[in-house]
């Protein structure tokens, strides 16, 4: 494998722990907390978890350990996407492992949840896990998205554990993989395989987060890696001053990329979809808000400037969910092999015309044509539309073009306009990891084993205080069904954790919305820059602005 000159040095990086993680295995106690409860539905939650509702949140502190020695044969998985840090959980849980006894064994399940299933595996040495410390990506063992959710996977898990007396599960992943981990951890303790499930809080979304999740890992790489080229993209906007550069950003379901990304960075336009949900914006509504900002820029002369798109902000506009719907509903079943057969996209338009309502064929109507065509390409395994495909980022700025023509024939606008578009996304997910990605990764990985030790189960890895420095982070653990309730999912009752979406009541939106009016005129582009690895605390060693701003500081 041929190493840059960043690898190279990166694999030498030394992760920091929190302080009372630093004392040696032998110097680690817990101090429990209070029982806990689901965040709703609490009946409902509790019946379904009757062996792992209620437990106890935990802190690890300095101390004696009292936990019980005996030899721990430990899997790992990755779940779901990518997550800048991955690696450094698995390091974390690695050499906390080999620490309290060598002969501990870790195992990894290759490409995702599947490889338990299908008893795909590796067992990890130091030389293999050396060439994976600090680095980027899930390529350590791959990730995958299969669901385990069924009684036979369940009943698959446990055998496969049970063949190679492995004692823990760790599950690396999102909302819906730590889900996964929660209920798998009440099979294994309903059955008494003497197995412990504990879970690591992934995600560059940001949306698994709450009073106790801080902020998920991979968060602060991915939307400082964002940062560094929407900044290098308004320094190239200020220098031509001729176009507008739309720039769409991960985040389906939460805002929180887009909005971190605005607060790094300064620029003209940022939606934020919770805000577009709340005030039920219209497809026009928000056309004509970033046209405003087009139209007094012009006047003061500069026709450029930089609009942050959400991913998935088309869904938080309530006209377009209801379109949405009425094409799901218009393409279901055989209906959609008879659209299929239509030759043209004129006898293709007709049909659309006669399915939709008029309200929806309104909306449909003042969509661009590739939009629209967008709207009917291939659908998700349950038949929609898939809705992470449409180039929204595209369809703002056509929107926007038509309201400057009215604005232009109005006489209210004599400007230039001229688009260019970007959607970044992968970029993100696997670069280097941040100093703080790093750090809090190793903690994540670190903790979860001291939770297996001292014989935890259905628990997330918790490590907290994060806007401190890692000395005075605080390291613990709590029940995953403390984060759940009950959601509707494909026509049933399924117990989820809630997804944290953008609080508008919240400081870092709060700082944006105060902000913003200034930012749509002016020219206050900031350039954060490339990640800083080495160098002053201040520069490599800062959190996101969205936790500084929630912490007050």
């Excluded at 092999?337 to 309502?357: M, Q, R």
């Excluded at 935890?456 to 029940?479: D, R």
Aim: hydrophobic residues 35%.
């Amino acid at each position: 494998m041929n190493l840059s000159a960043l690898q190279k040095a990166r694999y030498a990086y030394v992760p920091k722990l929190p302080g009372m993680l630093r004392n040696g295995i032998s110097e680690i106690c817990v101090k429990e907390g209070e029982p806990t409860q689901s965040v709703a539905d609490q009946e409902k939650i509790k019946a379904l978890f009757p062996n792992t509702y209620g437990k106890n949140e935990i802190t690890f502190q300095k101390g004696e350990n009292t936990s019980v020695a005996k030899k721990q044969v430990v899997g790992v998985i990755l779940s779901g996407g990518q997550a800048p840090g991955g690696h450094n959980v698995i390091c974390g849980l690695y050499d906390a492992l080999k620490a309290t006894n060598p002969e501990n064994v870790l195992y990894g399940f290759k490409k995702g949840p599947s490889g338990l299933l299908e008893d795909d595996y590796l067992i990890f040495d130091d030389e293999y896990i050396d060439q994976y410390r600090n680095t980027g990506g899930f390529d350590i063992i791959g990730s995958g998205r299969t669901k385990l959710e069924t009684e036979a996977q369940f009943a698959v898990a446990a055998e496969v554990c049970k063949k190679h007396g492995i004692t823990a599960i760790v599950i690396i992943g999102g909302d819906d993989s730590n889900t996964n981990a929660a209920v798998l951890a009440e099979y294994f303790a309903a059955h008494n395989t003497g197995v412990q499930v504990i879970g690591c809080p992934k995600t560059i979304d940001g949306d698994l987060k709450n009073e106790d999740i801080e902020c998920s890992f991979g968060f602060d790489t991915a939307t400082k890696t964002y940062s560094e080229v929407i900044g290098n993209i308004e320094r190239d906007a200020n220098s031509a001053k001729k176009y507008w550069h739309f720039i769409k950003v991960m985040g389906r379901s939460a805002s929180h990329v887009a909005l971190e990304c605005a607060l790094e960075t300064q620029p003209n336009i940022c939606l934020i979809s919770e805000e577009v949900a709340a005030k039920k914006m219209s497809l026009s509504q928000i056309a004509d808000y970033i046209a405003d900002s087009v139209e007094k820029r012009a006047a003061n002369g500069d026709n450029f400037g930089v609009a942050i798109i959400p991913e998935g902000v088309v869904e938080f506009v309530p006209e377009f969910s209801v379109l949405i719907s009425e094409i799901n509903e218009l393409l279901a079943g055989s209906k959609a092999d008879a659209f299929n057969e239509l030759a043209s996209w004129s006898e293709k338009y007709a049909f659309i015309e006669k399915g939709l309502t008029k309200e929806s064929m309104d909306v449909f109507k003042i969509l661009p044509q590739g939009i629209q065509q967008q709207l009917f390409l291939e659908r998700d395994p349950h038949g929609n539309v898939q809705v992470s495909l449409i180039e929204s980022e595209k369809l703002f700025s056509a929107l926007v073009a038509d309201k400057l023509e009215e604005r232009r024939k109005a006489g209210t606008y004599n400007g230039k306009f001229n688009a260019l578009h970007h959607f970044f996304g992968y970029e993100g997910r696997c670069a280097f990891p941040s100093n703080f990605d790093a750090d809090y990764c190793y903690s994540l990985g670190y903790n979860a084993f001291m939770l297996i030790q001292y014989g935890y189960n259905g628990y997330l890895s918790k490590v907290s205080n994060l806007s401190k420095p890692a000395e005075e982070w605080i390291a613990g653990g709590m029940p995953i069904t403390k984060m759940m309730n009950i959601e509707r999912r494909h026509g049933e009752d399924k117990p989820v954790i809630k997804k944290a979406l953008v609080e508008l009541d919240g400081k870092p939106f709060k700082f944006f919305e105060a902000h913003r009016d200034a930012w749509a005129v002016e020219t206050a582009y900031t350039y954060p820059g490339a990640i800083q690895y080495y160098g002053p605390t201040e520069v490599c060693d800062l959190t996101t602005r969205t936790l500084a701003l929630e912490k007050g500081e």
